[in-house]
Nanobody
Framework: GRLVESGGGLVQAGGSLTLSCKASGIILSVFSGSDRAWYRQPPGKERELVAT???????TYEDSVKGRFVVSRDNAKRMVYLQMNDLKPEDTAVYYC??????????WGQGTQVTVSS
């Protein structure tokens, strides 16, 4: 299986982007039974957790994105989304999606670049 992110790009501060993460080669029961997460890695910094959509339906957000980002998923399409609003220059990073199924090695996407200009 693999994950492929899309939807990144260049946007002005205050703008919006929606990132998508498509899972392929992963059966539905594994996808729906997984914790899904978005991470980001700003230039010169460590990768950090941004948001999660857990298998129990709960969501979590890193403090700096609360109220601006929304994580969602479509199990039937095996998709995970990250709606990003009111973007700030400090949101500039490579964004990665991750799928974690209990007892299995997690899947990572290759990343998509988001650049927010001031």
């Amino acid at each position: 299986g693999r994950l492929v992110e899309s939807g990144g790009g260049l946007v002005q501060a205050g703008g919006s982007l929606t990132l998508s993460c498509k899972a392929s080669g992963i059966i539905l029961s594994v996808f729906s039974g997984s914790d899904r997460a978005w991470y980001r890695q700003p230039p010169g910094k460590e990768r950090e957790l941004v948001a999660t959509f857990n298998r129990d339906g709960t969501t979590t957000y890193e403090d700096s994105v609360k109220g601006r980002f929304v994580v969602s998923r479509d199990n039937a399409k095996r998709m995970v989304y990250l709606q990003m609003n009111d973007l700030k220059p400090e949101d500039t990073a490579v964004y990665y999606c991750k799928l974690s199924y209990p007892g299995s090695r997690p899947y990572w996407g290759q990343g998509t670049q988001v650049t927010v200009s001031s």
